[in-house]
């Protein structure tokens, strides 16, 4: 399986944007669907996960980012409202499923920056 995203940029504080990623190749089901980043200096982050229903966020990011699955698409969502500077960061899809009934994976997309900046 492999993972595209899309929907970084620039954009200034305040701002909107809205992340994609999608899943494609070999896939019997999935897990968890999730968001890290990884700032300036800074190690990878989780940012949010979602598991069935639950939904997990990070404290810095909760009332302002919303995270979202598609499970047709096998796609997961980043909408991210009220951008701060600090939010500044490489954003990394993370996927955890099962090729088969018992082999399991974990893969990483490659990566979307995203710029908070006047």
């Known amino acids: 399986a492999q993972l595209v995203e899309s929907g970084g940029g620039l954009v200034q504080p305040g701002g909107s944007l809205r992340l994609s990623c999608t899943a494609s190749g070999r896939i019997f089901s999935i897990s968890a669907m999730g968001w890290y980043r990884q700032g300036p200096g800074n190690q990878r982050e989780l940012v949010a996960d979602i598991r069935g229903d639950t939904r997990n966020y990070t404290d810095s990011v909760k009332g302002r980012f919303t995270i979202s699955r598609d499970n047709a698409k096998n796609a997961v969502y980043l909408e991210m409202n009220n951008l701060k500077p600090e939010d500044t960061a490489v954003y990394y899809c993370?996927?955890?499923?099962?090729?088969?009934?018992?082999?399991?994976?974990?893969?990483w997309g490659q990566g979307t920056q995203v710029t908070v900046s006047s």
């Open positions: 993370n996927v955890a499923g099962y090729y088969t009934e018992y082999n399991s994976f974990r893969i």
